[in-house]
């Protein structure tokens, strides 16, 4: 059963950045396809970003031009780099696989606001 610890959130002006960091208890050389989710208050988890093990990439339309998703599968580890961030992107972002769900982490917490 893999562990996934996710980093990296705060509290951040609109246009300004954040990079998140997922740290997973397993290779992920085991896991094909990852992706980051986020959870907004009273809102449903949605899908973000994805990335499979040849580095495809894949965006949900509100955060493509200004998020990327990479992998380090040598280190276990995915991120999240995300700019030019907007008030609509305050949510709890998780990490996770795409197919056969993990057990949710804690998520990190990010917060756009001026």
């Known amino acids: 059963q893999v562990h996934l610890v996710e980093s990296g959130g705060g509290l951040v002006h609109p246009g300004g950045s954040l990079r998140l960091s997922c740290k997973a208890s397993i290779s992920l050389f085991s896991i094909s396809t990852m992706a980051w989710y986020r959870q907004a208050p009273g809102k449903q988890r949605d899908l973000v970003a994805s990335?499979?093990?040849?580095?495809?990439?894949d965006y949900a339309d509100s955060v493509k031009g200004r998020f990327t998703i990479s992998r380090d599968n040598a280190l276990n580890s995915v991120y999240l780099q995300m700019n030019n961030l907007k008030p609509e992107d305050t949510a709890v972002y998780y990490c996770n696989k795409i197919r056969n769900l993990a057990p949710w982490g804690q998520g990190t917490q990010v917060t756009v606001s001026a």
């Open positions: 990335i499979t093990m040849g580095e495809n990439t």
